[in-house]
């Protein structure tokens, strides 16, 4: 028998720390964008626009514009295009790629518990770990300026969401394997994060009522009319729309259904055996995948029995062009796998298949107790607590998909990383506020198209 070599914990910690020779912890403070001056933010957004519908792409950038937090949030690329030339330590997990605090929610898992995790997986890829944790922190300073919030308390939410990451990876990495599989962020846990603040405590028991009522019978409720005894899905234009027959009808259904049902295991084929999917509209979502291919479609178990899956376009990642070797044969495979590495439980109905032009699409139900964070209303205590809960997940995430000793060994005990992380974030917070007054001049030039008029672009930029 072979001679098997692992290396124990306190090796790999070891391993860690030793990086620090190669990338200070202190130098993730620099700020270094893209390709000096080279870097050309709309031509930026016009690379990510490409091949996306072009009746929804005015729509994405009157969406984009609404502040600089919604123009960070659909300016992934961007953001990756700039990390790309970041110090990092060389340690490699799978990565979100789009690690900004609204992709974080809560959700139920199969066992019908809700838990709390990333929920958007549309760019993960294997990448460096600081990226995410660079995103998420930037994600904060950016948002909370946005808010209004004092500049001590705005940089104190980007070091917490590191210090959380930093503190919840040094706890994770004394743990087994199967314990960061195991592993979930229940209400629970937020409970006792939350401690005796009323406010947080009241904002918890909200947010779990909120995903109560987030069933298939509610969104039936809210997306169908009956149709000769059927369900079927009400056009609520440019938002909700049914395509041409030509492009999407029961044939084309039936051919990526079979696709997709291939993805799935034995016992999931079975249960998606008891629905017959009798409509499919496309539907806008969210901000940076807005003008992409993302449809809801309708199944019935019985008249009376609605399953709603939503069948979401998967591109190439943001991340694709700055790591090597990361080209995959299918992007909706890439995106489910990439969920399932870091989510602690994914939707039963995750899977993924092909269209009928070669585009590439992902699979998974539709609103099934999702909630996230209304960051319109949190109080700077909240946002703050929100920035430990989102550093805590995005630990337990990584350590699912990466090393937890090698990353604790690197990150230490000292709150060097954490500052300096700070500092990167109010730095990147800046550059992307001149970012999203370019971007703003470049609609006002016609360079991109928008669905706001003049009044009201400059009204909503006030």
């Known amino acids: 028998m072979a001679k098997i070599n692992l290396r124990t914990k306190e090796q790999r910690l070891e391993a860690g720390k030793a990086l620090r020779g190669k990338c200070p912890r202190e130098s993730h403070g620099k700020i270094i964008l893209g390709q000096g001056n080279k870097r050309d933010v709309v031509k930026l957004i016009q690379a990510q626009n490409e091949d996306r519908l072009e009746n929804l792409i005015p729509i994405r950038h009157g969406r984009m514009a609404q502040s600089a937090f919604a123009f960070f949030r659909g300016t992934a690329g961007i953001q990756a295009y700039d990390l790309a030339k970041t110090p990092t330590s060389g340690i490699v997990v799978q990565a979100c790629g789009d690690c900004h605090l609204m992709n974080f929610g809560g959700f139920a898992t199969p066992e019908r518990k809700l838990a709390f995790d990333i929920n958007d ?76 603040s009323k406010e947080l405590a009241r904002s918890v028991k909200k947010k779990i009522a909120e995903a109560h009522e987030r069933t298939h019978e509610q969104v039936a409720h809210k997306l169908t009319t009956p149709h000769k005894g059927l369900s079927r899905i009400v056009d609520q234009p440019p938002l909700i729309y049914h395509v041409d027959e030509k492009v999407v009808n029961q044939g084309v259904i039936d051919a990526f259904f079979k696709g997709y049902r291939e993805t799935l295991s034995a016992d999931r084929r079975y249960l998606l055996d008891q629905y017959k999917a009798v409509d499919v509209a496309l539907k806008v979502v969210g901000v940076g995948s807005v003008g992409t291919r993302c449809f809801i479609a309708l199944l019935l178990g019985a008249p009376d029995d609605p399953l709603f899956l939503q069948i979401k376009e998967a591109r190439p990642s943001v991340l694709e062009p700055y790591v090597k070797g990361a080209r995959v044969a ?46 319109e209303s949190q109080s700077p205590e909240l946002m703050r607590a929100y920035a430990t809960l989102c550093g805590m997940t995005l630990a337990r995430a990584h350590d699912k998909a990466g090393d937890a000793a090698t990353i604790s060994g690197y990150l230490g005990k000292s709150d060097a990383f954490d500052q300096a992380i700070g500092d990167y974030a109010v730095a990147y917070a800046d550059q992307m506020e001149r970012d999203y007054g370019t971007f703003i001049q470049a609609i006002r030039d016609g360079q991109l198209k928008t669905d706001l008029s003049r009044s009201q672009l400059e009204t909503t930029i006030k």
Do not use: C
Request: proline share 3%; net charge positive.
């Open 121 to 196: 997986f549309d760019e993960t890829l294997p990448a460096p770990f600081e990226w995410d944790i660079k995103r998420l922190a930037a994600s904060f300073v950016v948002a909370a300026r946005w808010r209004g919030f004092r500049p001590s308390q705005v940089r104190d939410m980007a070091v917490e969401a590191a210090a959380s990451y930093r503190k919840s990876m040094r706890k994770r990495m004394k743990s087994g394997v199967l314990e960061g599989w195991y592993s979930q962020i229940t209400i629970e846990d937020i409970t006792e994060l939350v401690g005796g």
């Open 330 to 375: 299918h992007n909706g495979e890439r995106v489910v796998v990439g969920q399932r590495l870091m989510q602690s439980a994914s939707d039963i109905f995750l899977g993924w298949a092909r269209g009928p032009k070669g585009r590439d699409f992902y699979v998974r139900q539709l609103r099934d107790m999702k909630v996230s964070a209304d960051v």
